[in-house]
């Protein structure tokens, strides 16, 4: 026969903010924009023919920690990383833009690349 037991379970809040900014989970975190998010990212950028510096060439990783108030019990600072563009057009082409030129104005789509990286990070995360 089975026999239940009941198990009180207190989390350490001293332990749980060390793991939250602990260095195995900033290794996690960088690895993931390194390997999944990065690549992703890059392969759906657009490119043009233009001398200036392409958007795909100016994804940079930034690791760091986000301290965002989250409210009475949640942890305050956890590990993070960040994707970033640092293009100078990064974002007409991350959101678009109206350009007008000689009286016209003309619409440049955005192509919401970090967005669209966003949600295939979320869609893929049960994957290993």
Do not use: W
Request: include cysteine.
């Amino acid at each position: 026969m089975f026999r239940v037991v009941a198990v009180r379970y207190k989390p350490s809040r001293v332990g749980m903010a060390m793991a939250a900014v602990g260095p195995e989970l900033r290794r996690a975190c960088h690895h993931v924009v390194e390997t999944k998010a990065g690549p992703f990212a890059k392969a759906i950028s657009p490119v043009s023919s233009r001398r200036h510096q392409h958007y795909v060439q100016s994804f940079e990783i930034e690791d760091g920690f986000d301290t965002r108030d989250r409210g009475i019990d949640a942890i305050r600072v956890r590990a993070m990383t960040r994707l970033l563009n640092t293009s100078r057009h990064a974002t007409v082409v991350e959101v678009g833009a109206r350009v007008k030129l000689h009286g016209e104005t003309y619409e440049i789509p955005g192509h919401f690349v970090l967005q669209n990286t966003l949600q295939f990070l979320h869609a893929t995360r049960d994957q290993t």
